[in-house]
């Protein structure tokens, strides 16, 4: 069984400056890894797919890296809708980490 | 595009079972595999299990083998998610979504309170 282990638990940071969050598998993944962004009170949205895809609609200051155990979700420069929770998940298992949170600093 | 709209809110004592339906527009239910999504107050997303139309077979975590239940209706293109014998830990949004995460269901509360 596949386990996702995110990092940072909480990303302390300012609009306009860049996150890196951080999504390591317990073993080698295929690109089925994806990124989800959930605000409170709201179902979670699919940013990213096949670990370096974007979704429909999703902007360009997101973006997914990585292969093998290690992805990482770059958001380039943090716009005020952006502080959220982030989940990354494996849809080969449907594994979920355990979430970051990038909150305003 | 996917639109997938949730049953609403449910109160339940412990033991009870609940009954969550997900209506599918925009495709046909056949075409797609329902994923069920649960998540506890505070908590993280957790995996419940998932419908296969091409041979109609379910899946379920291993967590919830033995309480949970997921059918579908396709003449109403609506999918069910049965769970049964339910305790307070079980107080969650339960989310439907499709098999890529793209497109989810607006979440039903269940509160399980004596």
Not at chain 2, 71 to 87: C, K
């Amino acid at each position: 069984e596949i386990v996702l282990t995110q990092s940072p638990g909480t990303l302390s940071l300012s609009p306009g400056e860049r996150a890196t969050l951080s999504c390591r598998a317990s073993e080698t993944v295929t690109s089925s890894l994806g990124w989800l962004q959930q605000k409170p009170g709201q179902a979670p949205r699919l940013l990213i797919y096949g670990a370096s895809n974007r979704a429909t609609g999703v902007p360009a200051r997101f973006r997914g890296s990585g292969s093998g155990t290690d992805f990482t979700l770059t958001i380039t420069s943090l716009e005020p809708e952006d502080f959220a929770v982030y989940y990354c998940h494996h849809r080969g298992n449907w594994a979920f980490g355990g979430g970051t949170k990038v909150e305003i600093k | 595009q996917v639109h997938l709209v949730q049953s609403g809110a449910e109160v339940k004592k412990p033991g009870a079972s609940v009954k969550v339906s997900c209506k599918v527009s925009g495709r046909s239910l056949t075409e797609l595999s329902i994923h069920w999504v649960r998540q506890a107050p505070g908590k993280g997303l957790e995996w419940m299990g998932s419908f296969d139309p091409e041979d109609g077979e379910t899946f379920y975590a291993q967590k919830f083998q033995d309480r949970v239940a997921l059918t579908e209706d396709t003449s109403t293109d609506t999918a069910y998610m049965e769970l049964t014998r339910l305790r307070s830990d079980d107080t969650a949004v339960y989310y439907c979504t499709t098999e890529i995460a793209a497109d989810w269901g607006q979440g039903t509360l269940v509160t399980v309170s004596s």
